[in-house]
């Protein structure tokens, strides 16, 4: 997923997708409590390749001060422009707001990075002294009566400018709009209190979630309760409790969702059972890491804050600027999908329930059972065992005969490792990118592995944005959370992580291939119902033939993927889409119900809001929980998706219509490629997303390709 970062960001999107906060982090280096401006790395764009961030030199005690200094400098940089005589002009308005607050993009963008990858106390502390104040900056350029005076000046006569000039006029004339710039200053005073308020609780949710899921982690005393872990969980999990100081036992780690990978293994009923329980409660014990106040106000002011901006609700705001332009628009494409999910999901279950009760275990299935059974069906009916698949997935391998290799194919870029740019943290590796003709265009960080201090889930975000006015290239990022293999033993994934490894690395396609002159319609700064389908396209690419023969080579002996096993992948097909789809919709339905509350709403009963709106939407089927429950839901009370979770689906429609085009013109061909370069991953957010996508397409969407992709329809003979 993409890293979302808010408004006082230049406006732009670059994700994230999960977010929590830390416990001890990796340790800071040793650092006065404050920074001399001369030995401060930020004051001054780094002199390291396309200005990528000197972490040999960067200390905690760097941040705060260039934080400070940067709102500082970019608010006196916006009354210059608002304040100058000269008449508004492209220019000297909106080309110098472009320009302007070099020193608090560039320390925040670092900051913010760190503060979800490697954070510790000291950036938590900073992240709750700033955020207020971030929102303050934010508002005291977007709310400045001159400056948008003279942006809309520029808007009303945006018809002389070319097009990109002319739309990036139209964005941001919208954004002071949304912002509040209209508004009386009576309610300007309310809505920055109310931003204030937003941010310091988005800050507090991530704090909270960070540190209950690190302390909701299983912890496990006798080795037998671990049975069906093999050879590598059972170290990783000693090693994890070694990490912990808890010499003698064993500790799983929770991931960022609902179930757990470690159910698929463990035979011990009892122990699914506990981790279940541990993984849904994580962040419901009342104590200090409780986030359910946090959420009961988030939804509150949220509300308050659409109907101060005249809006019904804070969906209704969120999506306007969106593709799907209204919340029921998005509803509906979800709620339309539901029966064929939801009875996809049950066959599922009676599958599973049969083989239960065949094994006379003499137990109804329970949601912890789901993962455990669901590989079991797989094991009896497909012959398809997980844990034979990982041995054919080796990280490295995936990633440079993989995700690489694929890339190569279709854009003709290249990759090589630089071992000589410093890093945040010694797992990260560092690429350089080059282009078809060989000359050097990105830099790619891959962060592979799970940490303590590292927030849940996958995302991208960039260091430096491409920007043709700037004259930066792209330096951009994956995080990912995958488990780190204990010393000696090899690092293999599921498939579920190489489809991850390449969706990610289809956002960080979406940011290189930026070709765009304006910072703010750059790369990945599109709408979040946009944003994501870049990513989900890439992942295709993971099981296409000669990619997958290229990088599914058994990790000890290189040979490849036996045919037959391969064909046993295949013969399973779309088992298990009913699941995924309805933990999906599900997650995505609880964000709109959330986000669609009046704002003369009370405070509401977390759990009983949430079971409610479950019912309502037909999607309360107890042995298929919500992907993410409320009170660890980060993408929507922290990671800025909120009321946008709905994304994914509508993204997936793109997704597999947009490959389907790839299947009618040949497949996976340079040509195609180029194409979808040119056409898409290269344009940011230059027009509007119906727009780019019909001139790549050459029609509107078709939902038909999702619903045979995930076995909710059957195949035609024209999409065999």
């Not at 004339?173 to 310091?200: C, H, I, M, P, W």
């Not at 005393?221 to 069906?228: R, S, T, Y």
């Not at 339309?336 to 329930?353: I, L, S, T």
Request: glycine share 6%; with cysteine.
């Amino acid at each position: 997923m993409l890293r979302i970062r808010p408004l006082f960001l230049a406006m732009t999107i670059v994700l994230a997708a999960c977010a929590q906060a830390p416990q001890k982090a990796e340790p800071a280096k040793p650092a006065a409590t404050t920074a001399p401006v001369a030995a401060n790395p930020f004051f001054s764009a780094s002199t390291l390749q396309y200005q990528a961030p000197p972490f040999d030199k960067i200390t905690d005690a760097d941040y705060q001060p260039a934080i400070e200094e940067g709102i500082k400098q970019h608010l006196a940089e916006a009354e210059k422009i608002a304040n100058q005589t000269a008449a508004p002009s492209f220019d000297n308005t909106i080309v110098a707001m472009e320009r302007a607050g070099a020193l608090y993009v560039r320390v925040t963008k670092v900051f913010d990075a760190i503060a979800q990858a490697n954070t510790n106390d000291t950036l938590q502390k900073i992240q709750a002294e700033e955020a207020p104040k971030r929102a303050a900056h934010d508002d005291a350029i977007y709310l400045n009566a001159k400056l948008f005076a003279r942006v809309k000046t520029i808007y009303d006569q945006r018809a002389h400018l070319d097009a990109e000039s002319s739309f990036l006029a139209e964005r941001y004339y919208l954004k002071f709009v949304r912002a509040g710039a209209k508004l009386s200053a009576a309610d300007q005073s309310t809505l920055r209190e109310l931003n204030k308020e937003e941010s310091t609780l988005q800050t507090a949710f991530q704090n909270k979630l960070l540190a209950a899921t690190k302390a909701g982690a299983l912890v496990i005393d006798d080795k037998a309760e671990l049975a069906g872990f093999g050879e590598g969980d059972l170290a990783a999990a000693t090693e994890a409790a070694k990490s912990r100081k808890l010499e003698g036992k064993y500790v799983v780690a929770l991931q960022n969702t609902t179930q757990q990978p470690a159910q698929v293994s463990l035979t011990d009923r009892a122990t699914r059972k506990k981790l279940f329980e541990a993984s849904t409660e994580r962040a419901e014990h009342g104590d200090a890491d409780d986030t359910r106040a946090t959420i009961q106000r988030l939804a509150q002011l949220r509300a308050q804050k659409a109907k101060l901006l005249g809006y019904p609700t804070y969906a209704a705001y969120s999506l306007e600027d969106q593709m799907a332009k209204t919340p029921e628009r998005a509803i509906k494409l979800m709620t339309d999908m539901v029966p064929a999910a939801v009875a996809k999901a049950k066959r599922e279950a009676a599958g599973m329930q049969a083989l239960v009760n065949k094994q006379k275990s003499g137990f109804k299935l329970a949601p912890w059972d789901w993962q455990f059974y669901s590989e079991q069906v797989k094991r009896n009916e497909f012959k398809l065992d997980d844990s034979e698949l990982k041995q054919y997935f080796l990280l490295d391998r995936v990633l440079q005969d993989g995700v690489f290799f694929a890339a190569n194919k279709l854009y003709g870029i290249t990759f090589k490792e630089r071992h000589d740019i410093p890093v945040y943290q010694p797992d990260v590796r560092v690429f350089e990118v080059f282009d078809k003709d060989g000359t050097s265009m990105a830099l790619f960080y891959a962060d592979y592995f799970k940490r303590d201090n590292k927030a849940g889930g996958a995302w991208m975000d960039t260091f430096v944005d491409q920007s043709g006015l700037l004259g930066t290239k792209p330096v951009a990022f994956n995080v990912c959370n995958f488990t780190k293999p204990a010393a000696g033993q090899p690092a293999l994934i599921s498939h579920d992580d190489v489809i991850t490894m390449f969706h990610e690395f289809g956002h960080a396609l979406h940011g290189m291939f930026s070709n765009v002159k304006y910072p703010l319609l750059a790369g990945t700064n599109t709408p979040r119902d946009f944003v994501e389908f870049p990513s989900q396209f890439n992942e295709h690419w993971a099981d296409e033939p000669s990619v997958f023969a290229n990088y599914a080579k058994h990790y000890k002996t290189g040979a490849p993927m036996p045919a037959a096993l391969i064909a046993k992948i295949k013969a399973a097909g779309t088992y298990g889409e009913g699941f995924a789809t309805t933990e999906y919709i599900a997650a995505a339905l609880l964000d709109q119900a959330w986000h669609t509350l009046p704002a003369d709403a009370p405070k509401e009963d977390v759990d009983k809001f949430e079971a409610a709106a479950l019912k309502r939407y037909h999607v309360d089927y107890p042995l298929v929980p919500p992907r993410y429950r409320t009170s660890y839901f980060a993408h929507i009370w922290s990671g800025g998706y909120s009321a946008g979770y709905y994304a994914y689906l509508w993204t997936a429609v793109l997704r597999d219509d947009a490959f389907y085009w790839f299947k009618e013109h040949g497949g996976m061909t340079r040509e195609n490629g180029q194409r979808f370069r040119d056409m898409v991953l290269s344009r940011g957010g230059t027009e509007e997303m119906d727009a780019m996508y019909r001139a790549f397409r050459g029609r509107d969407p078709s939902v038909e390709p999702l619903l045979i992709e995930r076995g909710l329809k059957p195949k035609s003979s024209k999409s065999k």
